[in-house]
């Protein structure tokens, strides 16, 4: 996609889904210093505080059509993953914006404008926060051999923008191990608020979307998992009439013992769901053709081809206008 | 402004600016399950992490002119605030956006998209995070009189749209107290890459703003202050050639004791720029005729309102073109 290209929107926006309201009760009042300038104030902690909500950012494109979409993010990093490439290319949501559906990306749970819950014992402070190290990032992303980090050298042939890691390492906020049903609860509201749509769920938001499709079927026509962990069993989508779901994947998946492990769940998964009738598709890209690509497959040198793929595969399983 | 206004966008999108690196020794390792279907993945918390930079996401309306607009939000909020009203009206981003503005939303360091440092012992931890109860947002907002939250009776007259202020209650995210220099320091690095602009800054925003308006003065052409805290001395702007500045206030300033002691510091700063020469304006909307507005001037019913004096204070001091 050309670096500019207009784009006329009917409304954007933002508002938070779901949550839940925490009273504080007994805590010891306290007085903090908020400026240089101000008198100390009196901070009384006990009261009432929302939580657990998550933060939703909305683009109608002008003349759109089609179902919209839900873009929801992995481990780790925010909706913003969806914005800008690390080398400041145009990412997925102005894919989907250009290709005329309705978008809404979710920050989830805990994670970047959802804000998360600081208040002492209410969540687990023994399973976050944890923020991912570079090197970390480097493995876990699949942009290298971990060995290779300091050389910086990536596996061969590797389209991640690797002159600009640091953007992605940037985009990086703590997160939790054990949100996961908070990011699924919410998901579901925001759902339920949007009527019909397709979700498209990366890595930790593949599967917070599958978990969500398969409580609020009715409303989601196709799911979208890339390179999806976490998802629930296939048993839960036992009983619901007929749900495509693409399961989609780079390269270099023999690389390392997590991806081995994770490509088969996802055999699974796809098996699994097949045998129950449902229409699925499980693709790496290497299968068709396409090399070089990381984990972050919306931040890869090929992005825009790899959002065509999957809006392709959207628009052959959900007719124009069939759910509406 | 109708809820529905197309606009058209020549770009938008987000990236990071500022931060350090920060180097993580001698930790750990520990096993963490990120999702139920993964192994134990093995966490080496040693390594280099990517902290302190700030989140922008930036708007280019087409057909646009004058000077980019950076909103800096205040003390444990978001970008998110400038974006939809709690009652879901479009927020100030869309005011500046249709007024041909160019517009960058900062998520202050620590807050939202930006991310927060959760190394152990490199931030404070006496001074944060801390979350704001519902009871202080009403009390700090300016909603109404603190003995009248449980009945949620505002102050007479009051325009902040209370029917949903469970939407402010969650944009609220933890915040810390003594990372103002950070923001500064990001911000700055904002100005230096946007180039000349003018800055709208709200409450800790403000102070904010302004600090970084004396730091890179040559590229700031006028400073909005919506009740600013945290405010630099005057003597910061002894050498800088000229720099308008504007500080509004809203209602109901004499009904607590910490506005009561801030419309002090506003006077007192705007004196001090005034007798160095600057051109400043204080103004108070009651003092306008504009009466009912709370702490947040950007989400009361008259938001539009308030936002077009802004607009209006800009035009008169930045020559369309001027630093260009």
């Known amino acids: ?132 190290s570079d090197q970390e990032a480097w493995d876990i992303f699949r942009i290298g051999p971990l060995d290779k980090f300091n050389d910086q050298e990536t596996f061969p042939g590797s389209r991640f923008p690797i002159d600009h890691v640091e953007n992605l390492a940037r985009q990086q906020v703590p997160r939790w191990t054990t949100t996961q049903g908070l990011s699924v609860a919410a998901l579901c509201e925001l759902i339920r608020r949007v009527g019909p749509c397709v979700l498209i769920g990366h890595s930790q938001g593949g599967g917070i979307a599958a978990h969500a499709a398969s409580t609020v079927p009715e409303q989601v026509a196709a799911v979208v998992l890339l390179e999806p962990h976490g998802l629930p069993p296939v048993e839960a989508f036992a009983s619901v009439a007929s749900l495509p779901q693409m399961v989609l994947a780079g390269d270099y998946l023999d690389q390392t013992e997590m991806y081995q492990h994770l490509a088969k769940t996802w055999h699974e998964y796809v098996a699994g769901l097949g045998a129950q009738g449902h229409h699925v598709t499980y693709a790496t890209l290497p299968a068709m053709g396409i090399t070089g690509n990381s984990h972050m497959l919306m931040m890869d040198d090929n992005s825009d081809q790899v959002a065509g793929l999957v809006a392709t595969w959207l628009d052959e399983q959900v007719a124009p206008g069939s759910m509406y």
């Open 1 to 132: 996609m050309p670096r500019h290209v207009p784009l006329t929107l009917d409304d954007f926006g933002s508002f938070a889904v779901g949550g839940r309201i925490v009273t504080v009760e007994g805590a010891e009042v306290r007085h903090v210093q908020l400026s240089t300038d101000l008198p100390t104030y009196r901070v009384d902690p006990n009261g009432t505080y929302h939580v657990e909500h998550a933060y939703v950012q909305y683009f109608v494109p002008h003349g759109g059509s089609g179902l919209p979409v839900v873009l929801v993010h992995g481990g780790g990093l925010t909706g913003a993953c969806w914005e800008t490439t690390p080398d400041d290319r145009p990412g997925w949501l102005h894919y989907f914006l250009h290709h005329g559906r309705t978008t809404f990306v979710v920050d989830g749970v805990e994670r970047g404008r959802s804000g998360w819950c600081s208040l002492p014992g209410v969540w687990d402070e023994h399973t976050g926060p944890f923020l991912r």
